[in-house]
């Protein structure tokens, strides 16, 4: 069979309501947690590579660039050290995002996005005053600390606020104010790396706050999810609160559901002790497998280190810094490809087809390369090749910019029961981090030593995660979150995984106690497609 999933999710159950002018608003004020992600990303590369910054707090590195006469395009740039000072900040952020589950599950969504904005603030405050190292590593602890926590908490928010059928849309917010981060970083650079007098990156670090200044004040104005009140205690809110956000009296339903799985969830007392299992394989292998693959598309490659890539394959500083922010435009407009199709054409299509695309375009890349610089890694480029180069770079960006990139942080977000949602999102972060991490810390190295293989070696990865969707990812489009288990069971692989009594589908509040899979899944299996 070829489809991973044997059950109809084309029409999920569908709860009275609309999308509000308020979900939309929250939704968009939450998604601004993905600036301080997004901005973090594209500032550290351009720093990085900033004279008076490498003078300052790496003399070493600076010296050793300025003696460095060798012409193997592929090993200019190895140094260990300042990769260190870069990806330091998804350490932090791995650690923080298991305490992050804790304040996210007993004191709500919202304190665990202000937590993070504001610690995200005293790092920006701290890098952008650094007078020594010591300053500079604290600054991106913090940093780090502040992401860890509002990407455990600000998915998870969007897709317990959305309605069911636009649940894709409105978290795909966050994947695109992600890209708005990285675009504005690159944007900042371009202009402060022209400041003679050597203070800018200063600036470009400092202004890390304007992103934290926006979630930190966006979050004490949040409302905090139908499912967090109910799981902490405040059932009357709840119910007020899905009132505004469905804008519709009629919530009974719904609000049943959600009861349902927080009563379920009570039964739970230790959700890390509980994920791992049987029951939880699916949901568990996803929590890992998603973000792991995420980060061997070799993204960040591009993100991290487009300028250094640019000039490495043969384009002037000032061009490579224009050819990155090309880059950096594809991936917010191409991201808007996926907002507009994710719940209509449903999440396997795009996995797939973006993967497809990317496998391609990394294929080209990597031979151009080859072509030209072979394994010695001497020769030039024409301007037409360069610009083709960059032309197949940028398809795999798109390709990269309607998948795996936001799907990357929907999908764990809504697979998961109420009991272990926390966790297993706290998982999602901390895997992505330390693969961040991996191949930020690897990939200069990597370029030194495969050369133009590199680019084969990711695209053997793609081919391998677009052939695991395939098989094994259910489509979860349209369907209501609380109801997801369904999606499981029913799917020809997982489903052995979850015994028939595991599967409650709530109706608490109705009287009717726990539907039993048997009655759910042939109601599910009915439903017709729109
Ligand atoms: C990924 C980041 C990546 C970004 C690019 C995100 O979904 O988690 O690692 O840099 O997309 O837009």
Not at 362 to 367: K, N, S
Request: positive net charge; aromatic residues 14%; charged residues 15%.
């Amino acid at each position: 069979m070829a489809g991973g999933a044997i059950v109809n999710t084309g029409g999920g159950k569908e709860y009275p309501g609309k999308l509000t002018l308020f979900v939309f608003i929250t939704c968009v004020v939450a998604a601004t947690g993905g600036l301080i992600f997004g901005y973090d990303i594209g500032i550290s590369g351009g720093v990085t590579l900033m004279d008076p910054f490498l003078r300052k707090f790496f003399p070493e590195v600076f010296r050793k660039k300025e003696d460095d006469k060798s012409t193997n395009q592929y090993c200019k740039f190895d140094s260990q050290l300042l990769t260190t000072f870069t990806s330091s900040l998804y350490l932090a952020a791995l650690v923080a995002s298991f305490f992050a589950s804790w304040v996210t599950r007993v004191f709500g969504r919202k304190w665990s996005m202000l937590g993070g904005g504001l610690t995200f603030l005293v790092g920006a405050a701290l890098n952008g005053a650094a007078q020594n190292i010591l300053m500079l590593i604290l600054g991106r602890i913090l940093l780090g600390i502040g992401v860890g926590f509002a990407n455990q908490s600000v998915p998870v928010y969007l897709s317990e606020m959305a309605p069911a059928k636009l649940r894709g849309m409105l978290n795909i917010g966050f994947q695109l104010m992600i890209t708005v981060g990285i675009l504005a970083a690159n944007l900042i650079n371009y202009g402060t790396d022209k400041i003679k007098a050597g203070w800018g990156w200063r600036v470009s670090l400092a202004l890390a706050a304007v992103p934290a200044a926006i979630i930190t004040v966006g979050s004490v104005f949040l409302p905090d999810t139908p499912n967090s009140l109910i799981e902490r205690g405040y059932p009357e809110e709840a119910q007020r609160m899905l009132r505004r956000i469905r804008g519709t009296d009629d919530i009974h339903d719904e609000y049943g559901d959600l009861v349902a799985a927080s009563e379920e969830s009570k039964l739970v007392r230790y959700p890390w002790a509980n994920i791992v299992k049987r029951k939880y394989r699916p949901q568990l292998t996803m929590a890992i497998l998603i973000p792991f693959f995420q980060q061997l598309t070799g993204i960040n490659v591009i993100m991290f280190y487009a300028p250094v890539l640019f000039q490495t394959i043969g384009f002037g500083s000032n061009a490579s810094l224009m050819s990155a922010l090309i880059t950096g435009l594809v991936n917010v407009f191409a991201t808007f490809v996926s907002i507009f199709t994710v719940d209509k054409l449903g999440r396997r299509k795009l996995f797939l087809e973006g993967g497809a695309q990317m496998i391609v375009c990394q294929i080209i890349v990597g031979t151009l390369i080859a072509i030209k610089f072979g394994t010695s890694g001497e020769g030039h480029l024409s301007k037409a090749y360069a610009a083709f180069v960059v032309l197949f770079i940028c398809i795999y960006v798109a390709g990269f910019a309607w998948s795996w990139g936001p799907l990357g942080w929907l999908v764990p977000s809504e697979i998961f029961p109420l009991e272990i949602r926390s966790a297993g999102q706290s998982i999602n972060v901390a895997v992505n981090m330390f693969f961040t991490f991996a191949i930020a810390q690897a990939f200069l190295a990597m370029l030194c030593h495969m050369k133009f293989g590199l680019f084969y070696f990711f695209a053997g990865w793609v081919l391998i995660m677009t052939t695991f969707i395939s098989l094994f990812l259910p489509e979860t489009k349209n369907v209501p979150i609380e109801e997801m288990v369904l999606v499981w069971k029913s799917h020809w692989f997982w489903g052995k995984f979850i015994a028939d009594e595991d599967v409650h589908v709530g109706k608490a509040e109705t009287g009717k106690g726990f539907v039993h899979v048997g009655e759910a899944a042939t109601e599910m299996t009915n439903r017709k497609p729109k």
